[in-house]
């Protein structure tokens, strides 16, 4: 089969030597399968992307030599497609809108005494899954800020979960369990999408077949496939590959200033060395 991989970072800071191992690993695949190799722009969050780090992206993986197929498909571009999804969701009574502030989940959360955590924090202690229907349409009328949940135990009722699994490389097939997250937020009032809606999404209508990302982002898979599940998507392989580390075995983040391609390209690196720091030269 082809190998159909991405490199989906969010344009929100310069790559580091963590996005490159990443993206060089999902390049070498698609590459030595004579597959292909996309590049998405995660932009949805708009406080936080920037147009410098979208275009420096574009500099960097260029410089390095791992050439993308076109097109890239820019997130913010396709809002349409998520509203439709979200749509479709709701009429199925698979999410609702939520009303309440950080704060007053954290005040909730503190009262209750057994407040469940999950593997992205405290679950949201459902406050307003059950809103009576009157209340929500006065609380729009008022034009209040909301995000949309997803009804968990609705979601789950939705799907056989018990057939459901995914494959990850060098582990096997896993048991999909979505539910120790809650009613995970799939988007607010102002974006109309969260990341998790919008890369399950994506990586079906771009047809990748194999996810090669960070292992911070393996516990969302069990959120992905469960969407996989309920919208009728096809699932990919996964491989959630180890963090690369600061040398003091600190996982490299944004904020290594030293750590990004521009810094490296900066103190005169050339595009094989960098190559060889992430053992791909
Ligand atoms: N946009 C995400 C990030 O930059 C990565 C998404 C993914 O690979 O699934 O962290």
């Known amino acids: 089969m082809v190998t159909i991989t991405r490199f989906a970072p969010s344009p929100t800071g310069f790559l580091h030597l963590g996005h490159v191992y990443s993206a060089s690993l999902a390049w070498r695949s698609a590459r030595e399968s004579g597959g292909r190799f996309i590049l998405r722009m995660e932009d949805i969050d708009k406080t936080r992307c920037r147009p410098e780090f979208e275009a420096a992206i574009y500099e960097d993986l260029t410089w390095l030599g791992l050439e993308w197929d076109p097109p890239v498909r820019r997130q913010s571009e396709h809002l349409d497609d998520y509203s439709a999804l979200l749509e479709k969701l709701s009429d199925r009574n698979l999410i609702y809108p939520c009303f309440c502030t950080r704060k007053e989940i954290a005040a909730e959360i ?63 097939y896993i048991q999909c369990n979505p539910e120790p997250f809650g009613d995970i937020v799939l988007a607010r009032k102002e974006t109309p999408t969260s990341y998790h809606l919008a890369v399950t999404f994506d990586d079906a209508i771009q047809g990748v077949n194999h996810i090669i990302r960070g292992q911070d982002l393996f516990p969302s898979t069990h959120i992905h496939r469960l969407l996989q599940g309920l919208l009728d998507l096809p699932t990919p392989t996964y491989f959630h590959h180890g963090l690369i580390s600061d040398g003091k075995g600190r996982r490299l983040s944004k904020r290594d200033k030293d750590a990004t391609i521009k810094s490296l390209r900066e103190y005169g690196y050339q595009p094989e060395e960098v190559r060889k720091m992430v053992d791909y030269g």
């Open 110 to 172: 503190a009262r209750s005494n057994s407040a469940p955590h999950g593997p992205e924090g405290p679950v949201y202690p459902g406050i307003c899954r059950d809103m009576p229907e009157a209340e929500r349409q006065r609380r729009f009328e008022q034009d209040e800020p909301y995000a949309l949940r997803l009804n968990m135990v609705n979601a789950i009722a939705a799907v056989k979960l018990e057939t459901m699994r995914f494959h990850e490389i060098g582990k096997g």
